[in-house]
């Protein structure tokens, strides 16, 4: 019986081969799987929970940041009821210190640097000498830059230009927020990847990238502004504060699982032999990966181990 339902199995796979299509599908699949994308879209999650707090806390810091206040304030976040005390104090910079500041920074880098792993591993690249070390501190304030920009957008849903709005929200002011929410992540997730992989990646395949990602995360925040304060309402009702914790890592984990499987998708279906495979490598171009030079990278100087990229 089991050699009979193996010989069925490997038949109806040999069927589905021959549709049109299935050869990438089953590509993305095993692609998806190997990549590991459940510890990566954790491990992207908890590096940006540790990360980027950190860094909002140190702009807040500043002796004018009304805008970010703005921002929170729109993303339905009460500025008022965090508590920060360095924020509140006109010499908060200077209290917080240079060098707290500098650590702050250097240890937020950390998503940074799991972000490059993760896209030298999928596209199949060098990982990037340490003199680029800017570019990890370049995308740490990124990050909350895109946040800051999406809180400031978020007052658009208020335009109507009948001047009707249904409780606050107006047609018109709801299709610019989501262009608006749209173009910053798909050009958030174009320029952080350009950072973190150079010119190894075609400029026109990062931008394919960040287009799909783009999509994707604006699905989310669209879905997280209809759903999320219920859920983090019950969660807060039963578990207090740690409720706000466990919405926060399983909102970030669906955010960076976004992430992780629209490069993923993306590398699969650019590496393709097939029709459509072609067709981008045509006209978007393909990885093309940097000499390896040793005992440069970031990862060699703190002593993580990792393997060399796949053959291609």
């Not at 990037?128 to 995308?139: H, T």
């Not at 849903?157 to 992540?185: F, N, P, Q, R």
């Not at 969660?235 to 909102?251: C, D, K, N, P, Q």
């Not at 960076?256 to 699969?268: E, G, P, W, Y």
Request: some cysteine.
């Amino acid at each position: 019986m089991t050699a009979r339902a193996r010989t069925r199995a490997l038949a109806l796979a040999d069927r589905a081969q021959k549709v049109p299509g299935a050869h990438l599908v089953v590509r993305i699949v095993r692609d998806i799987a190997v990549n590991d994308l459940t510890d990566r879209s954790m491990t992207l999650a908890a590096q940006a929970f540790t990360s980027v707090l950190p860094i909002v806390i140190l702009l807040t810091a500043l002796p004018s940041h009304d805008f970010i206040d703005t921002a929170l304030t729109n993303l339905g976040i009460d500025p008022s009821r965090v508590d920060i005390p360095s924020a509140t104090s006109p010499g908060s910079v200077t209290a917080y210190g240079v060098i707290g500041a500098l650590m702050t920074i250097a240890g937020a880098t950390s998503l940074s640097r799991a972000l490059g792993r993760m896209y030298v591993s999928i596209w199949q690249v060098t990982k990037l000498p340490l003199s680029s070390w800017w570019r990890w501190v370049v995308v740490i304030f990124a990050l909350p830059l895109g946040v800051v920009l999406q809180g400031l957008s978020s007052g658009l849903h208020s335009i109507s230009i009948t001047g009707l709005t249904i409780a606050g929200y107006g047609a018109a002011g709801v299709v610019l927020e989501v262009v608006a929410t749209l173009l910053i992540w798909a050009g958030m997730w174009t320029l952080i990847p350009r950072l973190l992989v150079s010119s190894q990646v075609p400029m026109r395949l990062l931008a394919l990238n960040g287009a799909v990602t783009g999509v994707f995360v604006t699905v989310l925040l669209v879905g997280s502004r209809l759903a999320l304060p219920t859920i983090l309402g019950e969660t807060t009702r039963h578990f207090g504060t740690l409720g706000i914790v466990f919405v926060a890592i399983s909102w970030l984990f669906f955010f960076c699982a976004i992430i992780v499987t629209c490069v993923i998708v993306v590398h699969s279906l650019t590496s393709d032999d097939g029709a459509v495979g072609q067709w981008l490598q045509r006209h978007l171009g393909t990885p093309r990966p940097f000499p390896v030079r040793r005992n440069e990278t970031v990862d060699d100087l703190f002593g993580v181990a990792s393997a060399p990229p796949a053959g291609r």
